[in-house]
């Protein structure tokens, strides 16, 4: 993240200093050429199928955007740093719809965010390196959930640099400290994770056959595809307390688990309290799961 730097005042000039006719000229050639060259960047960029549409500054004046991406609905989020920690809601046009966060400790707001994504329901996460944190809004920046933590353990994050989805809303976070990818739910329950033979994981993206793309500290592109942990061909047990019935089977279908017995028999309301095997056992595919609703 880039950070705004003072600049020290220069005295002011006196007429010995002023440029003579002959620098003068020179600076003119100079910003002629460099105009040029500007305006033959552009005609060569729409000759090969993209040209320039436009471009915009933040609230911060353009000194510290971090992260760009896009919705669905073709708006456009960027972490703007230079702006004490925002994130702003755009239009692709660059008109500022909205805006959200700040520096803080507290749910809402950030200590170093350096990464963004979106997924299809509209939902927004942001990676919050400093605080060790993943946060969930909607795309009009009211705060939904967050998780991590800088502990060890599966769901917990030491300075996640990069957050990505896929397809069918799974989150994906490069947990930098601890060498490794972590796959979550959409809101934030662990399914899997793995390390490769990477070293402090930065950025991750999916495509839509569900690969999964990270990039490293040693400055090497790794792809995972869907036999890795956390496909249909094994059964990563996911955390399931605190979620309703519908809501874990659906959890254990994304993981390749199966629901198994629930007890109080008969019963289909309340939270799950309880859960055999417990999360982050990796099994065998369609292995049954058994909860307890509290």
């Not at 600076?27 to 040029?36: E, P, T, V």
């Not at 960027?78 to 805006?99: M, Y």
């Not at 061909?233 to 198994?260: D, F, I, M, Y």
């Not at 859960?275 to 909860?291: C, D, E, T, Y």
């Amino acid at each position: 993240m880039s950070t705004g730097r003072g600049r020290r005042r220069a005295s002011p000039s006196s007429r010995s200093d002023a440029p003579l006719p002959r620098q003068r000229a020179l600076g003119h050639f100079l910003l002629a050429g460099f105009l040029a060259s500007l305006l033959m960047l552009a005609i060569t960029s729409t000759a090969g199928g993209f040209g320039f549409i436009t471009r915009w500054a933040g609230l911060s004046g353009g000194m510290g955007f971090a992260s760009v991406t896009t919705d669905t609905h073709g708006d456009v989020y960027a972490i703007d740093g230079g702006a004490d920690n925002l994130i702003e809601k755009f239009t692709s046009s660059g008109v500022l719809l909205t805006h959200w966060g700040g520096s803080g400790m507290g749910s809402g707001t950030f200590n170093g965010a350096l990464s963004i994504a979106t997924d299809g329901a509209g939902s927004v996460y942001v990676a919050d390196t400093g605080d060790d944190l993943i946060q969930k809004f909607t795309s009009s920046g009211v705060f939904v959930t967050q998780w991590g933590g800088a502990r060890r353990g599966h769901g917990k994050l030491d300075q996640p640099i990069g957050v990505t989805t896929d397809r069918t809303g799974n989150v994906y976070v490069s947990d930098f400290k601890h060498d490794r990818i972590q796959k979550f739910t959409g809101s934030g329950h662990f399914l899997a994770q793995w390390s490769g033979r990477f070293l402090n994981p930065e950025g991750v993206a999916t495509d839509a056959r569900g690969n999964v793309y990270v990039v490293d500290g040693s400055n090497l592109i790794f792809k995972y595809g869907r036999t890795g942990p956390g496909s249909p061909s094994k059964c990563v047990v996911p955390n399931l307390r605190g979620e309703s019935l519908t809501a874990a089977r659906k959890s254990l279908t994304k993981s390749g688990c199966r629901l198994g017995t629930v007890t109080p028999k008969g019963r289909t309301t309340g939270k799950v309290k309880n859960q055999n095997p417990k999360a982050g056992k990796v099994l065998p595919s369609a292995r049954r799961v058994n909860v307890e609703l509290g």
